[in-house]
Structures are given as structure tokens and as C-alpha cells.
């Protein structure tokens, strides 16, 4: 069982940055495959970044130069810096952390952009 939990976000200016964290129950390093998705209102949830070990990141291409995925091992905590938010990043935005049999989220943190 590996426990997930996001913090970090809230309320921003369109143009603002935010950082989320989510924090894991299990050294990190161990994780093959760490994720942000996010899922806006009467959408379905979608991928921001992926970070699988030895690999470039991969991005949205909604999110490209303007999200950064990377981990802490230190620290076993995955972050998402957000820079130049826009009001279309408004969403729920979940952990994930994946290997070849299993899968778990966190329970998601809430960012807002306002325009």
C-alpha cells in the first residue's frame, strides 16, 4: 500500500505560479513511474507530467515550458511547479504513482486560477 498526499495548492492570479507537493508513504526511488493529473469540472481527468526513472519528463502539451515535474528522493516527495498559470489550469490536480502491478492516487488538491 503506498499512501499519497498532495498539498500546495489554492487561489492564484492568471499569470501567478504555484508549486504542489505529494508526499509518498515509500521511498520514492522505488516508484518507476510518478504522475500529476488533473481533472477540471465536468471533464475527464487528464495528464499533466509523467517522470519515470532514467527518462524525460513528459508534459501535456497544454502545460509544455510552463510546467515542471521533478522529484525529491531526499525527501520522497514529487513536486509540479506551475509557472504562468492560466484560468484553463483551474482543476483538482491528483498524484499518481505507478509500477507494472499496481497503481494509487492521492486524494487531489484544488488550484484556481482567476482571470
Known amino acids: 500500500q503506498v499512501q499519497l498526499v498532495e498539498s500546495g495548492g489554492g487561489l492564484v492570479q492568471a499569470g501567478g505560479s504555484l508549486r504542489v507537493s505529494c508526499a509518498a508513504s515509500?521511498?520514492?526511488?522505488?516508484?518507476?513511474?510518478m504522475a500529476w493529473y488533473r481533472q477540471a469540472p465536468g471533464k475527464q481527468r487528464e495528464l499533466v507530467a509523467a517522470?519515470?526513472?532514467?527518462?524525460?519528463?513528459n508534459y501535456a502539451d497544454s502545460v509544455k515550458g510552463r510546467f515542471t515535474i521533478s522529484r525529491d528522493n531526499t525527501k520522497n516527495t514529487l513536486y509540479l511547479q506551475m509557472n504562468n498559470l492560466k484560468p484553463e489550469d483551474t482543476a483538482v490536480y491528483y498524484c499518481?504513482?505507478?509500477?507494472?502491478?499496481?497503481?494509487?492516487w492521492g486524494q487531489g488538491t484544488q488550484v484556481t486560477v482567476s482571470s
Open positions: 515509500i521511498m520514492i526511488v522505488t516508484i518507476p513511474t
Open positions: 499518481n504513482a505507478a509500477a507494472r502491478s499496481w497503481n494509487y
Open positions: 517522470h519515470t526513472g532514467g527518462s524525460s519528463p
